[in-house]
């Protein structure tokens, strides 16, 4: 059978191991995960694995290395992990580090906090063996330096400004994490922070509903809480399709048509059985799904418009 947004079902079975994630960088992160997941593995080093992939890229622009700086030309990363018991680690504004997503691990992991921000977060993860290493590269400088001439900050409606990668995962177990990271919008004001390293912005899992991650203008995503909001829709039984359309039309409905016409936002989720689904305003955004028999798939959203 067929759930009511085409995902199929075999006899009302939990669908699993699934993996989903944002953009077409989504296809070699799912890939990773997918090596975890598919040995037996838990959903939260998935996601890990997963998104350490294009944080590692330098031809992904929007994340980590390579990614494009802020307006003063630094490279500042953002991100955050939520595993299946609630606990969550976070990291924003941190210079110098390939893989912030891990250092949110071990904010996670080794501190009583969720979250860590600029020279603090830097502190810590030199303390806790990461590498300082210098994270822009000669083609990102050279897209920055050729900004400069207009220094004009107007965030553009397609794929190359869209800003993070987020990924939820159900392992074997049927637990869910999710992770998601970023260098945040293209030459940004220097301290500018988005949803992707706010826990219930960019990022939110509930064990015993699902998950959700955003990407896009992240200050319209931290204005619904918008992850967290797809999460409790999943719980008054929506489809993930269904929750992440209602979010979308939240903000078109609370910003108005001449906001939404201007920026791009697009929600992915995960529920318990398997399900998975996504929503965003404008077309052109894609989501990539890993899962058993089907395989890796790159997917086009619905969209608003």
């Known amino acids: 059978m067929r759930s ?16 989903i994630s944002t953009w077409r960088h989504g296809i070699p992160a799912n890939e990773a995960a997918w090596k975890i997941l598919s040995a037996g593995g838990k959903a939260f080093d998935a996601v890990e694995a997963g998104v350490r992939v294009p944080e590692a890229d330098p031809e992904v622009t929007s994340v980590g290395y390579g990614g ?21 680690g976070s990291v924003a504004y941190l210079e110098h580090i390939m893989h912030p997503i891990s250092v949110a691990r071990k904010v996670m992991e080794n501190t009583p906090h969720v979250m860590l921000a600029g020279e603090g977060a830097l502190r810590f993860a030199l303390d806790n063996g990461f590498k300082k290493e210098n994270l822009l590269t000669e083609s990102s400088k050279k897209a920055w330096q050729e900004w400069l001439k207009k220094s004009e900050y107007k965030p553009v409606i397609n794929w ?26 293209a030459f940004k004001l220097n301290g500018r922070i988005g949803d992707s390293p706010i ?45 992440c359309e209602e979010a979308v039309k939240r903000i078109v409905r609370r910003r108005g ?33 890993y899962s058993k ?6 997917i086009d959203s619905k969209s608003y418009y």
Not at 162 to 173: K, P, Q, R, V, Y
């Open 199 to 243: 826990i219930g912005a960019g990022l939110y899992v509930d064990n015993e509903v699902g998950g959700a991650t955003a990407t896009g203008v992240g200050e319209e995503v931290i204005r619904i809480c918008g992850s967290h909001l797809v999460v409790e829709l999943m719980r008054q039984n929506y489809t993930p399709q269904q929750a």
């Open 68 to 88: 494009y700086p802020d307006r003063d030309g630094h490279v500042t990363l953002d991100a955050c992990i939520m595993d299946d018991k609630y606990n969550c």
């Open 160 to 185: 190359e400004n869209h800003d993070t990668i987020g990924m939820i995962a159900l392992d074997e177990n049927g637990n869910l994490s999710g992770a998601c990271t970023t260098s945040g919008m």
């Open 4 to 19: 009511a947004f085409g995902v199929r079902i075999i006899d009302g079975a939990v669908r699993k191991p699934v993996v």
């Open 257 to 289: 048509e001449d906001v939404a016409k201007k920026i791009q936002i697009g929600f992915i989720a995960l529920n318990k059985k398997g399900e998975y689904g996504s929503y965003c305003i404008h077309p052109d955004f894609q989501y990539a799904v």
């Open 293 to 298: 028999p089907e395989g890796s798939k790159l």
